[in-house]
């Protein structure tokens, strides 16, 4: 690809990549959200989801760690707040941790992690990693998944509320509150990436990292299924649920 | 050293490290505060601190990127809205380019950083670079020059108030409100090396940490005297005041 595309073509090859590589088309995604799992998995789904969660606030301050900008930084750094709370706010982590309570997993089990599933792991750092590492047109790319989870999390609070009777109003409230989040979030870097991206090295660039994050997200949801619902091989040491 | 130190030990040859290696025993401290400079020197040291003023927030965010726990991600944050401000508060940095428009400097010139000293450069860099690679430990550690700071704030805010007839109240801002932010942040940092490092490696890190932050300040102000002192070498590029 050497031809340079217009901003709003641009927008639409990234808009294309979330409709064919979003892990809202996983598998594991339809079945939690058509009430297809039993408790068991949905704990591991939560437990294992709360590595990604508690990565992002680390993820985002390393993207601020390399903003020369002043008014950029003080833009993303809502991010920061968003996730781990700011002042009487306590943010998304906790609200993910209300989650893992209601579902009667242990709290400080959960924040340690330790029975997380490493392909988990090993997918959340690489995402932390590539913003660490890749220029800030790339970093800012990455987040724009979030221009996909509306929807995703408006199915998630519908699906789960109606199919499961342990998933209460109280334990969606995550996903609630990201549904004001994210599209605000996303817009700002959309229109960044619009406005950023200007050679076609760029834009292949921008374009890759997307899909980049698109598999760091779906990777997640590879090894949920390969662990917990097909073959069911739990690797020594990650959660078991009891049966 | 082989000897584990008590933490009161420790804090004791931490503030020793400040009697003897702070910036404000630099001779081109002592002729700034004693009004020794002309103009041309203000603006240049003005200019060139502005470079680290201006790199503290992504250095922050740096370390806390590798901070794991949510508590201390909060605390931390707080320093980087000090410096870029958030809501109504314009932050630290504002302040500093009001100092460097009272002293007739141009704003996007003194933000380009192109008149500032590659040997400012070079230690401020190599502080972000620190915090980013070094454990959290003593990157936090590298903090603790903020023990001294008031001491030289509170004699700038005198010294150059009296001496010279174009800096204003207005202008020296931003060291009155370091007065206040300072001691909060580095009582924090200083109760988090106390408490974590218990190895006598650790300690001699630690040590280390805040003797390399007492070199990041020196050599900045060895390079402004070198070249706006004694013997005047201005670098290609930099700054030259008019005369």
Chains 1, 2 share one sequence.
Request: proline share 5%; with cysteine; hydrophobic share 40%.
């Amino acid at each position: 690809m050497t031809e340079i595309l217009s901003p709003d073509e641009l927008e639409r090859r990234l808009r294309k990549i979330g409709e064919e590589r979003y892990h809202n088309l996983h598998p594991f995604h339809r079945m939690l959200h058509g009430g297809k799992m039993n408790f068991g998995q949905v704990q591991a789904w939560a437990l294992n989801r709360y590595v990604y969660q508690s990565a992002i606030p680390r993820k985002d301050a390393a993207l601020i760690a390399k903003l020369q900008e002043r008014e950029l930084r003080r833009e993303w750094i809502r991010r920061i707040h968003d996730h781990d709370g700011y002042g009487n706010d306590d943010g998304g982590i906790e609200r993910w941790l209300k989650l893992t309570d209601g579902l009667n997993l242990d709290r400080p089990y959960v924040i340690s992690q330790t029975g997380a599933l490493p392909a988990t792991k090993f997918a959340v750092e690489a995402y932390v990693r590539f913003v660490y590492e890749r220029p800030t047109l790339e970093a800012i790319a990455s987040s724009l998944t979030e221009l996909f989870a509306p929807t995703i999390h408006a199915e998630r609070i519908a699906g789960m509320l109606e199919h499961y009777d342990f998933i209460t109003d109280e334990l969606v409230a995550y996903f609630r509150k990201r549904l004001d989040q994210a599209p605000r979030d996303c817009l700002f870097a959309l229109k960044f990436v619009r406005e950023n991206a200007r050679t076609p090295e760029q834009q292949v660039a921008v374009l890759n990292a997307l899909k980049f994050k698109t598999d760091v997200l779906w990777a997640q949801l590879d090894a949920l299924y390969f662990a917990y619902v097909d073959p069911g091989f739990i690797p020594p040491g990650a959660f078991r649920p009891r049966t």
